[in-house]
T-cell receptor, first 113, second 112 residues
Framework: EAGVTQSPTHLIKTRGQQATLRCSPI?????VYWYQQALGLGLQFLLW???????NRGNFPPRFSGRQFPNYSSELNVNALELEDSALYLC????????????FGQGTRLTVV | QKEVEQNSGPLSVPEGAIASLNCTYS??????FFWYRQYSGKSPELIMF????GDKEDGRFTAQLNKASQYVSLLIRDSQPSDSATYLC????????????FGTGTSLTVIP
């Protein structure tokens, strides 16, 4: 069974540009979480989608946005990139809201220059 | 108060010793907890989960859950240098629609 897949693995953008990151959850999983992890720091919660709806978002500016598609895959968009947006962006999926574990993708390393 | 809190460490133990990692949570309705291990530059991987009060053992790892005191812990016996990583506890919280919350992680170094 395929795990959580994220694309691209690496992404280099210039300050002010937009970045789009993609996540395909494990088959049958309806919940998708996005996290930002800057170098040496902990996971910072960005967004939670479940059944196609945004259920919660973390303390990030509106230029961080996303969506979940009918097939439960998800997209994270970051507009007007800033240097401090450089980080590992992790996606995790779970079967749904409830007492089930979440599984992570390998992450997208975003570098803003 | 954060949903899930951990001591950030860092924690250092000699090889062969027991490493003890602790986590507290705020939602009394939470029923299950998960421990993840994250090596530097890699994504977190699930290593243990626990649903019931008491202990759950899996090889060198033991998860402990105390719902009355609202804490969960992970013990690593016979610690190895390969156990050096950041350990995150996590669990869904019923008062937020069962969103999955992660602690900030505890950095563990096992010294050969």
């Amino acid at each position: 069974e395929a795990g959580v897949t994220q694309s691209p693995t690496h992404l280099i953008k210039t300050r002010g540009q937009q970045a789009t990151l993609r996540c395909s959850p494990i088959s049958g999983h309806t919940s998708v979480y996005w996290y930002q992890q800057a170098l040496g720091l902990g996971l910072q919660f960005l967004l939670w989608y479940d059944e196609g709806e945004e259920r919660n978002r973390g303390n990030f500016p509106p230029r961080f946005s996303g969506r979940q598609f009918p097939n439960y895959s998800s997209e994270l968009n970051v507009n007007a990139l800033e240097l401090e947006d450089s980080a590992l962006y992790l996606c995790a999926s779970s079967e749904g809201a409830g007492d089930t574990e979440a599984f992570f993708g390998q992450g997208t390393r975003l570098t803003v220059v | 108060q954060k949903e899930v809190e951990q001591n950030s460490g860092p924690l250092s133990v000699p090889e062969g010793a027991i490493a003890s990692l602790n986590c507290t949570y705020s939602d009394r309705g939470s029923q299950s907890f998960f421990w993840y291990r994250q090596y530097s530059g890699k994504s977190p991987e699930l290593i243990m989960f626990i649903y019931s009060n008491g202990d759950k053992e899996d090889g060198r790892f033991t998860a402990q859950l105390n719902k009355a005191s609202q804490y969960v812990s992970l013990l690593i016996r016979d610690s190895q240098p390969s156990d050096s990583a950041t350990y995150l506890c996590a669990g869904p919280t019923t008062n937020t629609g069962n969103q999955f919350y992660f602690g900030t992680g505890t950095s563990l170094t096992v010294i050969p």
